[in-house]
């Protein structure tokens, strides 16, 4: 098939690209490079061996995605551009909302126009809010709890998806809940590149290592977890490429939904021990209070998933460390930009 990846330049996005080639699909990218950058594209394509059709620009320019869909006449979206930082979601609402919704609304737009009904997007475990029960199923209440409106764009794409595919039954949309991406390709080419000071525990960890952070903060010891720290389903990202295709591979009419995590819990301590097995020197750390919205502990069945798309999460914890610490020491500071 021929795939449109949106925010195909950023973390997910290139690894999902690699999982697609290498399954034998034909990946285009649109992205606007507001996180990300051309370098990322070029080295996917350095790791598959080909070019891939690329085009800079905003989802949410109608005009612009309807000539991507002239050109290069899509079977399939994978839709994975937007912003996602919890907390500047926090100090610039507006901005959230008009980029994830806005972006959303011209690509279904122009998808219904050119008369493609296949999509997969890229939704998340923070939808589930304050978790219900444990492990979290996708039969669990969504929205109770969220605290952002980082959350709340993709609790209302889901709902907007919904309320689409209600409309005509042509519509094939398969909302996946990722729940904490981390790793990068064996490569060591591709990863995640936060601009400034990263949000995420695992980049953060892995700039501690490098001595590029003098240590990591610990957001709370006192939950009632395996050693106090949070706890969360840490899923490498090569898997979760490999996610969708296996979704893109068994779309059905109507919504469906699946989980993309391990079932596993692991501690922030743990993450931080992982870490230092891979890269063989201790790493700073430091407890501080809870970060205000973070839940205990977060993580999933991915049952669903195994049973109607055949996926498991093949990697480890550790796994994940190794490809972080090998992409964190040889893109000391990520990308050339
Ligand atoms: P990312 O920021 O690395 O990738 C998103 C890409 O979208 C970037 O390359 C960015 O430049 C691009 N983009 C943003 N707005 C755009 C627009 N209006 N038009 C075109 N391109 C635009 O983030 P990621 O971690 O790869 O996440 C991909 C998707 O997965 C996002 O929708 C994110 O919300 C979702 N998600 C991510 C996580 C995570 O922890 N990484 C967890 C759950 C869900
Ligand atoms: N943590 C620290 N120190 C840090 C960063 C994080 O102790 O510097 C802790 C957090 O408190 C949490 C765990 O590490 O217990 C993981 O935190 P992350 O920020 O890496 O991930 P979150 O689970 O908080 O956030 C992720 C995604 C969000 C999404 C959220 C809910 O990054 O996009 O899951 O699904 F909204």
């Known amino acids: 098939m021929r795939i449109l990846l949106t925010g195909g330049a950023g973390y997910v996005g290139t690894h999902t690209a690699l999982g697609l080639d290498a399954a034998g699909h034909d990946v285009i990218i649109l992205d606007d490079l507001s996180n990300s950058c051309a370098a990322a594209v070029s080295r996917v394509e350095s790791i598959i061996g080909k070019p891939v059709s690329f085009y800079h620009g905003d989802c949410r320019d109608t005009d612009l995605v309807r000539s991507v869909f002239v050109h290069e006449n899509p079977d399939a979206v994978i839709h994975l551009a937007g912003l996602k930082a919890v907390g500047e979601s926090v100090a610039q609402p507006l901005r959230y909302y008009d980029v994830n919704i806005n972006a959303t609304l011209s690509l279904l737009t122009v998808m219904g126009e050119a008369d493609v009904h296949k999509l997969i997007f890229s939704s998340s475990a923070t939808v589930y809010g304050e978790p219900e029960a444990l492990p979290l199923t996708e039969e669990n209440r969504v929205g109770v709890g969220i605290s952002n409106p980082y959350g709340w764009t993709k609790f209302m794409i889901e709902r907007i998806l919904m309320d689409l595919a209600d409309t005509d039954p042509a519509w094939q949309i398969c909302l996946l809940r990722y729940f904490n991406p981390v790793g990068a390709h064996e490569s060591g080419l591709i990863g ?63 919504v469906s939904v699946y989980n993309l995590g391990t079932g596993q819990p692991t501690s922030v301590l743990e993450v931080i ?48 460390c190794k490809d972080s610490w090998k992409w964190q020491s040889m893109n000391p500071d990520g990308y050339p930009r």
């Open 192 to 254: 995640e590149d936060p601009q400034g000071i990263p949000n995420n525990l695992m980049p953060f960890v892995a700039q501690a290592a490098a001595g590029r952070r003098a240590k990591v903060l610990v957001f709370g010891n006192d939950y009632d977890t395996v050693d106090g720290t949070g706890e969360r389903d840490y899923i490498h990202v090569m898997d979760l490429g490999r996610g969708h295709v296996q979704a893109v591979d068994h779309l059905t009419p109507g």
């Open 273 to 320: 021990r992982a870490f230092e097995q891979v890269c063989g020197t201790t790493i700073p750390f430091e407890i501080t209070s809870r970060r205000p919205g973070d839940v205990a502990v977060s993580y999933c069945s991915p049952a669903k998933a195994e049973q109607e798309l055949g996926w498991i999460a093949e990697r480890t914890i550790l796994d994940a």
